[in-house]
């Protein structure tokens, strides 16, 4: 779970209800670029968009026990140290803050993980009619922000 509360009210109950979710499920929870919030709530690690992934390093040296994952939009960081992971989107045509972004489409993902160094998850846009298309593209897992939206309902 990536929490992305980029300074919402709330967020820090909001980050410890999601830190017993993910305990009780042994999942991991992961703050977006807040590693003081991370620390707060005893989180797992940070996720960092695309601008702050020169971070990574510092963040990996500083705590090691740290998961850190990086948003992907440009193909340019493909090769961040420090990061356990990265997301690339969007895959296919998506909503919300990548649609104003081409999507990159499976053959695009798959040379993008071939050159990443370090494993890629696949986000934006992916459901079930396209989800196969990324068979043999290299991911190490799919993401969704809207499947999992619906799938708890209207917010």
């Known amino acids: 779970m990536v929490f992305r509360h980029f300074g919402r009210a709330g967020a820090g109950e ?18 977006g670029l807040d590693a ?3 620390e707060a709530v005893g989180a797992d ?6 601008r702050a992934l020169g971070q990574a390093a510092g963040l990996a040296a500083a705590r090691p026990d740290w998961r850190i ?21 969007p895959v296919f045509a998506a909503g919300g803050a990548s649609s104003a972004r081409p999507p990159l ?5 798959a040379e993008w993980v071939r050159a990443a160094s370090c494993p890629v998850y ?20 799919i993401a969704g922000v809207s499947a999992v939206r619906t799938a708890f309902g209207p917010a």
């Open 14 to 31: 909001t980050a410890l209800r999601l830190r017993e979710a993910t305990q009780t499920r042994d999942g991991l929870l992961l703050i």
């Open 36 to 38: 003081e919030l991370a």
């Open 45 to 50: 690690g940070v996720h960092l968009p695309e």
């Open 69 to 89: 994952t990086g948003a992907v939009h440009s193909g340019t960081t493909l090769a961040t140290s420090g990061l356990d992971a990265l997301v690339a989107s």
């Open 105 to 109: 489409g499976p053959d695009r993902f």
């Open 122 to 141: 696949a986000l934006g846009g992916i459901g079930t009619s396209n989800a196969r298309g990324l068979i043999g593209s290299g991911a190490c897992g």
